[in-house]
């Protein structure tokens, strides 16, 4: 099946410092993918779809200068997560599917847990 | 805007009983649902999934079903087992590759030894 990860898995920074989050497509183009965030005992919130070689479109509430999304190819989208704080610690989820499979179905990278100190 | 509601929130079962999550939606132009199911600290995964033109679909010890009409679909688990305790989402989509999932809330389903 495609595959898709993030990297890093984990990782812990400052207050006010800025995280760039990977994933990557690694068997399959995405001209599509989303990003999610997942605080404990909590639902996946959809934060914004990144779109390859446009903006990428987010969801309501959602601060599009703080979380920096940048989709440059087929196979790698960033998240940057900028002047971080302890209420952005959560789990990050991203997820694609591939253009050129007719179902549509999304696969999930594995997650990366985000804690500001 | 789009949402899905889920519940319960909690399920708990004795091993062998059978376990019913139920999900409604709001988006009338989704037609593409899936399930999943997540254990701590990991991505979800795919379980079952339905599409708008089937009215329930069977894998194994998983059925699904959908009522486009009424705008809510089910899981049901039948014979469960230990290894079946997790978090399971249901969620929605208009099924393109360009196309948003919407999550439901989650369920807790806890199987009793």
């Known amino acids: 099946g495609a595959v898709v990860s993030q990297h890093p898995s984990w990782v812990i920074c400052k207050s006010g410092t800025s995280v760039k989050i990977e994933c990557r497509s690694l068997d399959f183009q995405a001209t599509t993918m989303f990003w999610y965030r997942q605080f404990p005992k909590q639902s996946l919130m959809l934060m914004a779809t990144?779109?390859?070689?446009?903006?990428?479109?987010?969801e309501q509430g959602v601060e599009k200068d703080k979380f920096l999304i940048n989709h440059a190819s087929l196979t790698l989208s960033t998240l940057t997560v900028t002047s971080a704080h302890p209420e952005d610690s959560s789990f990050y989820i991203c997820?694609?599917?591939?253009?050129?499979?007719?179902?549509?179905?999304?696969?999930f990278g594995p997650g990366t847990r985000l804690t500001v100190l | 805007g789009e949402n899905v509601e889920q519940h319960p929130s909690t399920l708990s079962v004795q091993e062998g009983d059978s376990a019913v999550i139920k999900c409604t939606y709001s988006?009338?132009?989704?037609?593409?649902f899936p399930w999943y199911k997540q254990e701590l600290g990991k991505r979800p995964q795919l379980i079952i999934d339905i599409r708008s033109n089937v009215g329930e679909k069977k894998d194994q010890r998983i059925a699904v079903t959908l009522n486009k009409t009424a705008k809510h679909f089910s899981l049901h688990i039948t014979e469960t087992q230990p290894e079946d305790s997790a978090v399971y989402f249901c969620a929605a989509s208009r099924g393109s590759s360009a196309s948003k999932i919407i999550f439901g809330s989650g369920t807790r389903l806890s199987i009793r030894p």
């Open positions: 990144s779109n390859e070689g446009s903006k990428a479109t987010y």
């Open positions: 997820s694609a599917p591939d253009r050129d499979d007719s179902l549509n179905e999304q696969f």
């Open positions: 988006d009338s132009a989704s037609n593409y």
